[in-house]
């Protein structure tokens, strides 16, 4: 591989196909085993200081899911290999896309931190850590947020959300929606067949982490609100959510093919 060449992917809906063209190739090293994935819609204002801080240590690539504003050139500005997704598809399509860059990049973990600094990448040795000392060695790490530091309808929403996740998988789940996580090679191409283009992935993960008898590990993270706008919106999230909680207590026992 080449220390400075490789691929911008522009992928498009219901296909696999790719259009290559020439971009920033994010190397594997002896040293650096993991990619940061950074999913981002309409984050020009807030995507530049996630990536400068991040890539300080590790490398980083941003899949911009359809935005309509200058995301994409911030994040290459900030130094991020960008994936240019068109249209909108979701933040699971999003991170399936990353996933696939790295794994053909031969990256052995991803790295995923939202793209509007409520991840500090200050916390990224957490991951690391967990992830490199770990018996045995966790498939997944997630980011365990404060509920008590959230605002009271986003802390109400995520532990009624985690008692009912609980129920469906049978067993703790401390933090099932965080999207600041570590995700090993073998995990990322275990959901890559997956369907879930939303939030609905990152839940559909734990399941498949599950059904495959894989460690998960956790390590607490700092809980960021100031105050700026979401993407989420409210009732289809709790419909979806609950959606996804029928769907994995039906499916959680099954073996994973």
Known sequence: MGSGQGTLVTSSPGSDDRTVTPGTFLAVTTVSRVLALIPAYDEASRIGPVIVATARQV???????????GTATEAEAAGAAVIRQRPNQGKGAALR?????????????????DADGQHDPAEIPSFMGAWSSGAPVPDLVIGRRDFGAMPFVRRLSNQLGGLAF?????????????????????????????????????VEMIVTCIRAGW?????PIRTIYAGEPSHIQPWRHFTSFLGMVIKARRTVRLPLN
């Open 97 to 113: 896309a990353g996933f696939r860059n790295a794994i053909a990049g031969d990256y052995q973990a991803v790295l995923t931190l």
């Open 59 to 69: 490398p980083v690539l941003v899949v911009d899911d359809g935005s309509t504003d």
């Open 166 to 202: 609980a129920w469906a998988v049978g067993r703790d789940i401390p933090d099932n929606q965080s999207g600041y996580r570590l995700v090993s090679r073998r995990l990322m191409e275990a959901t890559l067949a997956s369907d879930e283009a939303g939030f609905e992935f990152e």
């Open 215 to 219: 460690e998960i590990a956790w390590v």
